[in-house]
């Protein structure tokens, strides 16, 4: 049978026969013959497709036919050349809920309806897997190795391993401490491949014969950029080798690759490192469990370093500093640490030399591994290694009142490490989101020269549904402008919010862009919502992101204050959700190295670091902001800006005309109306 998207997509198609509700769109068909013509032409493709496109079945459905266009004899070519066009394809996001989205909903009802075999499966990181031999091996070594809690929860893995088809940490029905899974989790440095006794059973590679046996697979953007940067190092990558890449949710990607093609190292990790070697408190770890008593020694020299390193970048940074300080100058404190973990390295590498059993020569091959990419970030990081990278040190108080020093960098620019790694060798990379142009009518060009995709094709996919009829934005352009009158906007902002959410019955998001504004402002507010009998659920309480939400789904007789997690990727529909209020206009502050750093680039360069970057940026996520409202064809209203700069500066009209096309109403401070 010969297919195309409108065969599966179209007012007839095979979806429309199954799905008695499924409502055609004209944007849809539209997106999905855009992509199925970048996937044939082995281009590059940024698609903007509104709320309500229904951008995965767009993507998907082309994605499956140009997989499987082996089995069809449509693949272009002649029959020999369409037999080997079995193709593997990529599709990574950002959030769970649309992975979960993927694999448990939308690619079934596909395998389903679409006459052709492929098949899909969810990714996971290795870490994410049990290992049966570093288990048993827990097991012989629980006295010298765990602790009473990690004991208890090793007695329960012996349970759940009675049940598991996949040992997926995701299938656990407990969460289990970090250092018992860390003893029991799948790693490449502990693995003995076929080596193992276990190599048959082992969950992961089971997953791993089911990934190489996939066309379709679904990932999300870190394991993705790890993915990336793991194949730059070492030529090759955790994820099989693929001829297209679907990055959904790619708004965020050039977060998430600073993220993953930088440094990061703390003294936490360099500790916890030390303690499974050997933890002078506890008398327990590796060592002692093997009965290496005379390297304990060496183990005490490390620690001391690392407090003198901690002490010394403490020191640095000055007590009157904030917590986040730019790194300018190379070897800022002496560095004694990095020879003592290869030192250290060293010893455990002669000892796996001469261990006659493999599983101990892995377990020692590890752990050497581990200190030697210790080491060699924090010299990198000191020596700051890469011209193109900003450095700088955050300094976290942890609640036993500890000073836990972090040492970052990242990437200036990604543009050129993504175009070198990804679109110069993925054939076709397409990147979809709702939200990634500045401007109704195109704006692809701040996102593309961000990402390094200049030159790729562009689409752009209004939303099906009716703005005008089912959102009102409302503007005060009399409230006092959050940064030259900053004491009378805060002062003014309270009362402002109680307004908007007596009219629509809470039923809102309050959208902040500082943890210290949502924190004054709920203060202020909170005998207000007792009075009220209403619920604030704010963010800044502590509870998890995903816990507040739910809470918030149940009872929606409020308001939910979040900061920048609830501007994106958060789905509230229905009658749950019914207004969202944006304190602010969401320009990034210069306050952080990373984006101070940018900022100098652009301006180094003879550009205009507001009109170049904080601007169209700020225009991106007020949009992601607005997107929170409409989630469906039947969701009714309000949008509220207190920020007057929206209509009082000349940037203004540029966020404006960045929204959806609705109705628009002023209102002033002093009344209702």
């Known amino acids: 049978m010969s297919l195309d998207v409108p065969a599966i997509l179209g007012p007839e198609g095979l979806i429309a026969r199954r799905l008695k509700h499924y409502e055609q769109r004209t944007e849809q068909l539209e997106m999905a013959a855009a992509v199925a013509a970048a996937l044939r032409s082995q281009r590059h493709l940024i698609a903007e497709a509104g709320t309500g496109v229904g951008k995965s079945f767009a993507y998907l459905v082309p994605a499956i036919l140009h997989a499987t266009a082996d089995q069809a004899g449509d693949a272009g070519g002649t029959e020999e050349e369409d037999a080997e066009a079995s193709r593997r394809i990529v599709v990574s996001t950002h959030t769970i809920s649309l992975q979960e989205q993927l694999i448990d909903k939308d690619l079934p009802l596909l395998n389903s309806v679409i006459p052709r075999e492929f098949s899909s499966v969810l990714v996971k990181g290795r870490n994410n897997y049990l290992s049966l031999r570093r288990y048993q091996l827990a097991r012989s070594r629980a006295t010298n190795m765990l602790n009473d809690a990690e004991f208890h929860q090793l007695q329960q893995l012996k349970n759940w391993l009675e049940e598991t088809s996949d040992g997926s940490l995701s299938s656990l029905p407990f969460r289990p401490l970090g250092t018992l899974w860390d003893e029991v989790a799948s790693d ?43 194949r730059r190092e070492l030529g090759f990558g955790v994820i099989p080798d693929y001829d297209a890449a679907i990055l959904d949710e790619c708004h965020t990607v050039e977060a998430v690759a600073s993220a993953h093609l930088g440094i990061k190292v703390t003294n936490g990790q360099v500790q916890y490192t030390l303690n499974k070697l050997y933890n002078p408190n506890t008398g327990k770890g590796l060592f002692a469990a093997l009965g290496l008593d005379r390297l304990t020694e060496k183990v ?323 949009r992601q902001g607005f997107g929170r409202l409409i989630r469906t064809a039947h969701d009714t209203g309000i949008v509220v800006i207190l920020d007057s700069r929206i209509k009082t500066k000349y940037y203004g009209r540029t966020f404006l005309n960045s929204l959806p096309d609705c109705r628009v109403t002023q209102e002033s401070v002093r009344s209702e109306h």
């Open 300 to 622: 005490h020299k490390a620690h001391m370093l690392i407090d003198q390193m901690v002490f010394d970048l403490d020191e640095w940074m000055g007590k009157d500093a904030g917590q986040t300080r730019r790194v300018r100058q190379r070897h800022i404190v002496p560095n004694l640490l990095s020879s003592s973990l290869e030192e250290l390295a060293s010893r455990l590498n002669g000892l796996a030399d001469d261990a006659q059993d493999a599983s101990r020569r892995q377990d020692l091959t590890a752990a050497g591994k581990r200190l030697e990419s210790l080491a060699s970030d924090t010299k990198a990081w000191l020596d700051q290694s890469d011209d193109e990278a900003v450095y700088w040190l955050e300094r976290v108080l942890t609640r036993r009142g500890n000073v836990r020093m972090e040492m970052h960098a990242a990437p200036i620019d990604v543009s050129t490490p993504m175009r070198e790694m990804l679109f110069q060798e993925v054939p076709s990379v397409i990147m979809t989101s709702a939200t990634v142009s500045t401007s109704r009518e195109g704006g692809f060009e701040f996102f593309q020269s961000r990402i390094g995709a200049a030159g790729s094709a562009t689409a752009k996919l209004g939303s099906p549904f009716d703005y005008r009829r089912q959102a009102e934005l409302i503007l005060v352009p009399d409230m006092p402008d959050p940064s030259s009158n900053k004491q009378e906007y805060e002062a003014a902002l309270p009362g402002m919010i109680q307004r908007y959410l007596k009219r629509t019955g809470g039923h809102a998001f309050v959208l902040f862009t500082s943890y210290g504004l949502l924190r004054s402002t709920a203060k202020k507010m909170q005998r207000w919502f007792a009075d009220q009998q209403w619920t604030l659920y704010s963010q800044a309480d502590g509870t998890p992101r995903g816990q507040l939400l739910e809470k918030f789904k149940q009872n929606p007789r409020g308001a939910l204050f979040g900061t920048d997690s609830f501007w994106q990727g958060v789905d509230v529909p229905g009658e749950a959700l019914g207004n969202v209020v944006i304190t602010k206009l969401p320009f990034s502050v210069p306050d952080h190295p990373l984006l101070e750093a940018r900022l100098d680039t652009i301006r180094q360069s003879g550009g205009n670091p507001f009109q170049d970057y904080q601007l169209p940026e700020a225009v991106i996520k007020l």
């Open 188 to 230: 490449t440095a502990n693995c003995l491949g076929r080596k193992c006794k276990t190599y048959d059973e082992c969950y992961y590679y089971r997953a791993r014969r089911r990934v190489h046996g996939a066309q379709i697979l679904v990932v999300n953007h870190a394991l993705f950029f790890t993915d990336l940067a793991i």
